[in-house]
């Protein structure tokens, strides 16, 4: 299986399809990092439809905060890569020829599903990274102090979807 698994990543991994797994995230980082930071309130209470607070972005945890609460349009924009890889297959026949080949028709699919997770989960790892430091860019513009954001709290609310239990949704 990890053959098809590295020969479903080989394939996956081709400059065209490289290059859009690269700029779907990037332009992700860009529109949620910039459209966050300048449109936090400073409002007490905030919920992830009205946005963040001020607050929350000065706080541990605030430099993943754009991407949390743009989190759900990671989501579509994985959905959307991954059913556009599929319909490649499927388009081009190679998923066909693949079953056809190989007489073990659920470890193909299997190793394929696999494969296109692996790119789905580095697309969605890499939107993080790239959140994470368009934020530190735009922070200074918008007067917003980063020192907690390098903190060791900030470390294990870097993956946690709220940073901090304790707010008000």
């Keep these: 299986m990890t053959r098809i698994i590295r020969a479903e990543l080989v394939r996956l ?42 607050a929350a972005l000065q706080a541990h945890g605030g430099g993943t905060e754009a991407f949390a609460v743009a989190a759900s349009f ?44 692996l790119v789905a989960a580095a697309m969605v790892a890499l939107a993080e990274v790239l959140t994470f430091v368009v934020s530190l860019l735009v922070a200074p513009g918008q007067d917003l102090a980063t020192s907690q954001w390098f903190t060791m709290a900030s470390l294990g609310d870097a993956g946690a ?9």
């Design 13 to 54: 991994l081709r400059p065209r399809t490289l290059v859009a797994a690269v700029v779907g995230p990037l332009l992700f980082a860009v529109l949620a990092g910039t459209t966050v930071l300048s449109s936090a309130s400073g409002n007490a209470v905030e919920s992830r439809q009205g946005g963040t607070t001020v």
């Design 74 to 117: 990671v989501g579509f924009l994985v959905f959307v890569s991954f059913i556009a890889l599929i319909a490649g297959d499927l388009a081009g026949g190679t998923f066909r020829a693949s079953l056809l080949h190989e007489p073990r028709r659920l470890r193909v699919i299997v190793g394929q599903l696999v494969g296109v997770l």
């Design 161 to 169: 979807a709220r940073p901090d239990a304790t707010r008000v949704v």
